[in-house]
């Protein structure tokens, strides 16, 4: 059962327009969530997070936005640029996570900017 | 380089013979976790560690995995008797745990692959 999906395993964007990319998750104990990029032969790298006590958190050209009614979030990417093309994952921690607090990831997806 | 290193980067192995990888996560957290990833898919969590304890294992973790951090410092992962299905990129993060978003610095991973 995946608890956190993003449903669209790879988008494209002309260089300068806004990269929207999708997460939707499941499990209502969730409490933190987070945006990292990976590059090939790299390990995933943090981009920005936002709580659940918020609905938007904006970090330069990265904003995050998160619908709690509807189990949604989202990473807004503007102006995208070529550096940007990578996969995007999406994670979640929560109480139900137990101590560890360890993040539960989405399969991610591939971001191509075009130049 | 203060960020987390792994080691080796790389490990081709033969079905049945044993493997060990190691982690050295950034100096003053106090957090590690192990991850696997899939092809096509994100981080699976394995194991965590607070200091030398070892708080919570994943059920994909089999009895063939064994995890130390005998000094609260850097880690080892070893896998017993490995399995074609064993073949995946093995990723060690480590964090805070004043960390309130639970933001999480991965290594750059250890790719097995057993033939």
């Known amino acids: 059962d995946q608890q956190v999906k993003q449903n669209s395993p790879s988008l494209s964007v002309q260089e300068g327009r806004i990269s929207i990319l999708n997460c939707d998750y499941t499990n209502s104990m969730f409490d933190y969530f987070l945006w990292y990029k990976k590059y090939p032969a790299e390990g995933p790298t943090f981009l920005i997070s936002?709580?659940?006590?918020?609905d938007k958190n904006e970090d330069g050209r990265f904003t995050v936005f998160l619908n709690k009614s509807a189990k949604h979030l989202s990473l807004h990417i503007v102006p995208s640029q070529p550096g940007d093309s990578a996969v995007y994952f999406c994670a979640a921690s929560g109480r139900s996570s137990g101590s560890a607090r360890q993040l539960t990831f989405g399969s991610g997806t591939q971001l191509t900017v075009l130049p | 380089d203060t960020g987390v290193s792994q080691n080796p980067r790389h490990k081709i192995t033969k079905r049945g013979q044993n493997v060990t990888f190691r982690c050295d996560p950034i100096?003053?957290?106090?957090?590690l976790y192990w991850y696997r990833q899939t092809l096509g898919q994100g981080p699976e969590f394995l194991t965590y560690?607070?200091?030398?304890?070892?708080?919570?294992k994943s059920r994909l973790l089999s009895d063939r995995f064994s995890a130390e951090r005998p000094k609260g410092s850097f880690s080892t992962l070893e896998i017993q008797r490995t399995e074609q299905g064993d073949s995946a990129m093995y990723l060690c993060a480590s964090s805070l745990v004043q960390n309130s978003y639970n933001e999480q610095f991965f290594g750059p991973g250890t790719r097995l692959t057993v033939l």
């Open positions: 936002i709580s659940s006590i918020k």
């Open positions: 100096s003053e957290h106090n957090r």
């Open positions: 560690f607070q200091n030398e304890a070892q708080l919570e």
